[in-house]
């Protein structure tokens, strides 16, 4: 089974000032690195990186010719189009399924990609998402059959993967991982991340 994975790197981290995110530290490595070392890790299918915002900063921590990467000129549109930007450089691999990936969620490895590819195989589902704690929403990183590619060509504006996770729900299964709910969209989100880190919760490796 080939499984691509689509890691979106485009945003422009306005909520930071600019500053962005993809470059912040953990473990004395940019996140952007760390989930791409992630990726490649798992040796299921080519690795794409979509970018867009501070383009030239972020791709100076991935020059890996292992990796596919791509601009999205329309980055400031929302994640829907960096997803379409993603898929369409699918067009030349023949891939049985795609695993959607953030970069601002720091505690993401390698082994819950692997885990997530291993409840897809043991369900046989067209999706697996992550459910973000016992009450929380269901969302990336998440894995979807190729069958999937068309819905989301179809989508628009800042609209991503839990759309689709939402509508066809009785095609996902899940895996519990409340720490996807931690981004880092805002400083706030930042500082409570490193105080988290201190208290002993950001030493995961992958």
Not at 4 to 28: E, H, N, V, W, Y
Not at 180 to 194: C, G, H, K, N, Y
Request: charged residues 20%; negative net charge; aromatic residues 6%.
């Amino acid at each position: 089974m080939t499984i691509a994975t689509i890691i979106l790197a485009a945003g422009g981290s306005t909520r930071l000032g600019g500053q962005p995110k993809q470059l912040l530290i953990q473990d004395g490595q940019p996140l952007i690195r760390r989930i791409v070392d992630a990726a490649l890790s798992i040796q299921v299918g080519p690795v794409i990186v979509v970018l867009g915002g501070n383009e030239e900063l972020i791709r100076q921590e991935i020059n890996d010719p292992r990796l596919i990467t791509s601009v999205n000129p329309e980055w400031q549109d929302g994640l829907a189009s960096s997803i379409r930007v993603g898929l369409s450089m699918l067009s030349d691999e023949p891939v049985d399924a795609f695993l959607i990936v953030l970069t601002d969620q720091p505690y993401v490895t390698a082994d819950l990609l692997r885990q997530l590819i291993a409840i897809q195989q043991k369900t046989g589902r067209g999706i697996v998402a992550c459910r973000y704690g016992e009450s929380g929403h269901l969302g990336v990183p998440a894995l979807f059959d190729i069958r999937y590619k068309g819905e989301f060509l179809h989508l628009t504006g800042d609209v991503g993967a839990r759309k689709l996770i939402q509508l066809y729900q009785n095609d996902c299964a899940e895996i519990s991982f409340p720490l996807a709910a931690i981004d880092l969209d805002t400083w706030a989100d930042v500082e409570s991340w490193r105080g988290a880190k201190g208290m002993g919760h950001g030493g995961q490796s992958n």
